[in-house]
């Protein structure tokens, strides 16, 4: 396999695995903005978005 298939292949297997948890972070604004919160960030809200 060329190697800039290999690269693709990378990628997309990155993006598989971090695509589902942004979404799932901003379907759910209110609970990330909470937990940021709890963790002490500075403007939890603005970090969330």
């Known amino acids: 396999m060329p190697r ?3 690269l ?3 990628r ?3 993006a598989a695995l971090f695509v ?3 979404f ?3 379907a759910n ?3 990330t903005t909470s937990y940021f ?3 002490g960030l500075p403007l939890p ?3 969330a978005w």
Do not use: R, T, Y
């Open 8 to 10: 693709l292949l990378s």
């Open 37 to 39: 919160a709890g963790l």
């Open 24 to 26: 799932h972070a901003l």
């Open 45 to 47: 809200a603005l970090a």
């Open 4 to 6: 800039n298939a290999l």
């Open 20 to 22: 589902p948890s942004g």
């Open 12 to 14: 997309l297997l990155l």
């Open 29 to 31: 604004i209110s609970g």
